[in-house]
């Protein structure tokens, strides 16, 4: 521990990496998750609801393959700012945070433990508190790169958590 501000840092960055592989895989996967019929607290139903809201164009109840090409290319047009029929970095942030807003403002309430409206740096601090006691394997108030890999390896292949396996 000769280095505690690299050791933060490093615990900063690892964070920073873990939540936007979690948004992005998250955002690309949206379609196929709803497939297969996973879900969380909410239900697959609201994900279902939202597709059919997004493709369904003549609302028959039935989503074609045509319906989503149709709304795929509108939704390129509309973020394509140079019309170029590709979209750039700073275009696509547009179309990513169109698709991501939902779970955006599903996190927003997971924070706002009031329901002021409101996220205060103590929901914030909860929430980070409750991920490091979480990650901190050995309860020394640091996540070590060792403490990540063990508990990736305390996940089945199905990437759900194992119960009985939060603690060496």
């Known amino acids: 521990m000769a280095h505690p501000h690299r050791m933060k840092l490093h615990t900063k960055i690892i964070l920073g990496a873990l939540t936007?592989?979690?948004?992005?895989?998250?955002g690309v996967a949206f379609a196929e998750a709803d497939y297969r019929g996973h879900h969380g607290k909410?239900?697959?139903?609201?994900?279902?609801?939202?597709?059919f809201e997004r493709y369904d164009a003549n609302n028959d109840g039935k989503i074609t393959?045509?319906?989503?090409?149709?709304?795929?290319?509108?939704?390129?047009a509309k973020y394509d700012a140079d019309k170029d029929g590709q979209l750039s970095l700073e275009e696509f942030?547009?179309?990513?945070?169109?698709?991501?807003?939902h779970r955006m403002v599903r996190m927003f309430q997971k924070?706002?433990?009031?329901?002021?409206?409101?996220?205060?740096?103590?929901e914030i601090a909860r929430k980070v508190d409750r991920m490091m006691t979480w990650m901190d394997r050995d309860d020394n108030g640091e996540i070590e790169r060792d403490e990540l890999r063990r508990r990736h390896m305390d996940r089945?292949?199905?990437?759900r958590r194992h119960h009985g396996k939060d603690r060496d």
């Open 111 to 122: 924070f706002d433990r009031d329901g002021d409206a409101k996220v205060s740096e103590a």
């Open 42 to 51: 909410h239900g697959g139903g609201e994900r279902i609801d939202r597709m």
């Open 20 to 26: 936007t592989a979690a948004v992005v895989g998250g």
């Open 65 to 76: 393959k045509a319906e989503i090409e149709t709304a795929r290319k509108a939704s390129i």
């Open 156 to 159: 089945d292949g199905d990437g």
């Open 93 to 101: 942030n547009g179309l990513f945070n169109e698709i991501m807003r």
